[in-house]
């Protein structure tokens, strides 16, 4: 049985060296190769890819806000998280929204065919060097919930467009709503989250792997 993988990354030399790797598998077949997330969703629910490979920065809509879509629409389909970020913040962010598997791309030449093999089993895989992360994260679970289980899947893409600093009315072209439901969502945010001005926001963004600092 062939293996079917969607790629999607935006830095193009990074998404051409993964089709290589992955094709060079007699197994494996890359049905798409794209360099928008939200592509990544749609050809998803359209084409039902066995595994998505994403990265986690991407823009507009991680990569971790992009799996919550796709294993919403598309139970089947199993996502693996490339990043750059090996920290607990973005590997636990990732785990929660339904990713199968975590490689960190330092390590992707060597680790993705691996990963593909034994998330298509219906195993999970992560970077050798996550594990103690993630091993660490059970034996000293915070007492506290994470702050982003308080937001919607909505509100959630919502704050990284504006942590980008995309203009309210740009944010409500690129995700089909009203001007005014954009402001809606941001003030509810801002009240579930306890963040009274918008520098803290963004800063609350970046620090928990909505939004990269670049």
């Not at 939200?38 to 971790?64: K, Q, T, Y």
């Not at 000293?140 to 980008?164: F, G, I, T, W, Y």
Request: proline letters at 3%; a negative charge; one cysteine or more.
């Amino acid at each position: 049985m062939t293996i079917r993988v969607l790629i999607a990354d935006d830095h193009g030399v990074v998404a051409d060296g993964l089709k290589f790797i992955v094709e060079a598998q007699a197994d494996m077949e890359v049905i798409a190769c794209v360099q928008d997330s939200r592509e990544a969703v749609r050809l998803s629910i359209e084409r039902r890819p066995d595994i998505v490979l994403i990265d986690h920065a991407m823009p507009l809509l991680n990569g971790a806000e992009a799996t919550h879509l796709i294993r919403e629409r598309c139970p089947e389909t199993h996502v693996i998280i490339l990043s750059m970020y090996s920290n607990r913040v973005h590997v636990l962010r990732a785990l929660q929204a339904g990713a199968s598997g975590y490689v960190v791309k330092k390590s992707a030449a060597k680790e993705v065919v691996e990963a593909i093999r034994a998330v298509h089993k219906g195993e999970r895989y992560l970077s050798k060097e996550l594990v103690e992360v993630v091993l660490d994260q059970v034996a000293h679970k915070a007492a506290s919930e994470d702050p982003l289980e308080r937001l919607s899947s909505r509100e959630r893409q919502v704050l990284q467009l504006l942590a980008e600093g995309h203009p309210v009315a740009h944010i409500a072209v690129t995700l089909s709503l009203s001007p005014k439901t954009v402001e809606t969502y941001r003030a509810r945010m801002m009240e579930k989250l306890e963040i009274h001005d918008f520098a803290t926001l963004v800063r609350f963004a970046i620090q928990h792997g909505i939004t990269p600092l670049e």
